[in-house]
Nanobody, 120 residues
Framework: QLQASGGGLVQAGGSLRLSCAASGRTFSLYGMGWFRQAPEKEREFVASIIYSGGSTNYADSVKGRFTISRDNAKNTVYLQMNRLKPEDTAVYYC???????????????WGQGTLVTVSS
């Protein structure tokens, strides 16, 4: 089970940190990712991280502004979002993949979303 938190309302240029807590004892075996869905748009990949935390992957739209990280001791994955833009407004979801941390299509365990709203 995945539980995301940390969303909220922030002004453009501001920062937020999302957290996703996972239950279970095999968290460290899963690739973890963040996705988002804006109103009337399809869900899109944001970032992912390998099970060990040693490698990451980002969508071009967030590269240089967002950082994904994980703490396997706490069964938690984070998304630090800096220099937020109004177009980052979306519901953000965390997800897990046991087969591939790099391929967004392999993420098949999903948490509930957390809403991020960036005002201009």
């Amino acid at each position: 089970q995945l539980q995301a938190s940390g969303g909220g309302l922030v002004q453009a240029g501001g920062s937020l940190r999302l957290s996703c807590a996972a239950s279970g004892r095999t968290f460290s075996l899963y690739g973890m990712g963040w996705f988002r869905q804006a109103p009337e748009k399809e869900r899109e990949f944001v970032a992912s991280i390998i099970y060990s935390g040693g490698s990451t992957n980002y969508a071009d739209s967030v590269k240089g502004r967002f950082t994904i990280s994980r703490d396997n001791a706490k069964n938690t994955v984070y998304l630090q979002m800096n220099r937020l833009k109004p177009e980052d407004t979306a519901v953000y979801y965390c997800a897990a993949s046991k087969s591939s941390w790099y391929d967004p299509n392999t993420f098949n365990y999903w948490g509930q979303g957390t809403l991020v709203t960036v005002s201009s």
